[in-house]
């Protein structure tokens, strides 16, 4: 039988707690993008087809598949499937909502880099671009620190009043009124034009940018990428899908780039960036946090009582 998760379903087994917490134990265990697949495929319609694989992590007896539409125009933009199999036999263990899976570990994976390289100090927070990931991103920010004012600001307007109701935030004109208030900068958008350069950046300033997760996607100048101490999730996506590729760092600046694993684990401590140093974090995603999230919703569904989503027979 294989397990059908909802978006309803995962909603109501997911904890951002605990979530952020085997996300974090995934980056200190130094697990790599080493052997993992991002496929991205071009379609006759105004989308692509991606595909991550495999999603594995030490200690999980299993491993996942994430096959996503992405369609900017449409709402919402990413919808898919997550296929949890056994690394016994293969076995169809669930299949769970992407889109949800999606937005849970890599906005809250961007709230464990952001509190990591952000200053300590640092409580106001500016968001560009009100989407799933930058709810996560905010309450996942919000778990792991305090935080004093909250801006947003959207192409769509709407949004961002939508976005400012729920989380007490006000809204802002456009990215450089954001840049120009906040602390902490979280960028989550579709741009392939950077909203932001180093002349809008402030010393001190932290960013992290989700929207640079595939060539030709970048919400931020190249100026301040490479005036930036720049942290990635991985250096080998981070070249072939992400901003070490698209502002053309060679091999020894690529070498040299620290991955939020080494961080965590203080092999470069966050301490030794001097005062002013404007940070940045540009993870691409890598396909064990999907793993990390669709194993915690699979085990608590099969813990709880009641169970969570049905079970379905492919096979019958």
């Not at 594995?56 to 919402?76: C, H, Q, R, W």
């Not at 296929?83 to 937005?103: F, I, M, N, P």
């Not at 396909?287 to 699979?298: G, R, V």
Request: with cysteine; aromatic share 4%; net charge negative.
């Amino acid at each position: 039988m294989t397990r059908l998760l909802t978006r309803t379903d995962l909603l109501a087994l997911l904890d951002p707690a605990v979530c952020v917490e085997a996300l974090a134990v995934g980056f200190r265990g130094a697990v790599s993008g080493a052997g993992a697949r991002r496929v991205v495929a071009e379609l006759p319609f105004p989308g692509t087809a991606t595909a991550l694989i495999p999603g594995l992590l030490p200690g999980i007896p299993a491993y996942t598949v994430k096959v996503n539409a992405k369609f900017p125009g449409a709402a919402p933009a990413l919808r898919g499937v997550v296929c949890l199999h056994s690394g016994v036999d293969g076995e169809l263990l669930a299949l769970l909502d992407s889109a949800t899976v999606t937005a849970w570990r890599t906005g809250l994976a961007a709230a464990l880099g952001t509190h990591a390289l952000a200053r300590p100090e640092a409580r106001t927070v500016g968001v560009i671009g009100a989407g799933a990931q930058a709810e996560l991103m905010l309450r996942g920010l919000r778990a792991l620190r305090d935080i004093g004012e909250v801006w947003v600001h959207d192409a769509e307007p709407g949004r961002a009043r939508e976005f400012a109701d729920r989380h007490g935030a006000r809204t802002a004109p456009d990215p450089a009124a954001i840049a120009a208030t906040a602390d902490i900068v979280l960028l989550a958008t579709w741009s392939r034009t950077p909203l932001l350069g180093l002349a809008q950046a402030r010393p001190g300033q932290h960013f992290t940018t989700l929207g640079a997760d595939e060539p030709g996607k970048l919400e931020l100048g190249v100026d301040l990428l490479r005036a930036a101490r720049l942290v990635v999730d991985d250096r080998e996506l981070g070249m072939s899908s992400g901003v070490l590729g698209s502002i053309g760092m060679d091999g020894d600046a690529v070498r040299a780039t620290s991955t939020l694993g080494e961080v965590l684990n203080r092999d470069v401590p966050v301490g030794d960036v001097p005062p002013g140093t404007v940070t940045v974090y540009a993870p691409v995603g890598l396909p064990w946090q999907d793993l990390a999230l669709a194993w915690l919703a699979y085990e608590e569904s099969r813990r709880r009582a009641g169970g969570g989503g049905r079970d379905i027979d492919l096979l019958g």
